[in-house]
């Protein structure tokens, strides 16, 4: 299946990355998932991002294992150093959470693309772009680009996840 069928799509403000990831990676993965938009998204986990909207690891972490409508597990690999060629990204596309190279907090959706590649579903685009009007765009990347800061997250298509309906 080429995920790429499912249009890439923008972030809506600089720390939204996350609600951006979620609505893109509901809406290829589906299999009974709800279709939100990034609003939707905002708004069902505000209590658990920062006063500048960025989602809090610690939160998404559990937040979105714990709500079964999304059907998604979460887990946490230390980097940097980290051999992330071994991560278990396997044909389904998975949210990836890590430390971008120049230091801020970061979210893009991938699925692999060969030995060490992955194709990257990158909302932050275009760069700088402005609040609204980014598309997002695939990126094909070496997953070593994940390599750097203290740990990556991962959420992937779990059926079997979700121990309550409460979100955030």
């Not at 890439?8 to 893109?24: K, P, T, V």
């Amino acid at each position: 299946m080429s995920y790429r069928t499912t249009p890439s799509m923008g972030q809506l403000h600089e720390n939204s990355c996350w609600a951006a990831c979620l609505a893109w990676w509901l809406k290829a993965v589906a299999g009974g998932r709800p279709s939100w938009t990034q609003r939707e998204i905002i708004d069902i986990y505000w209590r658990s991002v920062d006063d500048n909207g960025a989602m809090q690891p610690q939160y998404l972490v559990t937040a979105w294992s714990r709500d079964k409508r999304l059907k998604m597990g979460t887990m946490v690999f230390k980097t940097p150093h980290a051999t992330l060629d071994r991560l278990p990204i396997g044909p389904t596309p998975v949210c990836i959470a890590f430390k971008h190279l120049t230091g801020f907090a970061h979210m893009n959706v991938i699925w692999p693309n060969g030995p060490g590649r992955v194709i990257a579903m990158e909302p932050y685009f275009p760069f700088p772009g402005a609040n609204g009007r980014r598309t997002g765009r695939f990126v094909d990347r070496e997953i070593e680009h994940y390599n750097y800061g203290d740990a990556v997250i991962l959420a992937y298509a779990n059926p079997f996840a979700g121990e309550s309906d409460t979100p955030g």
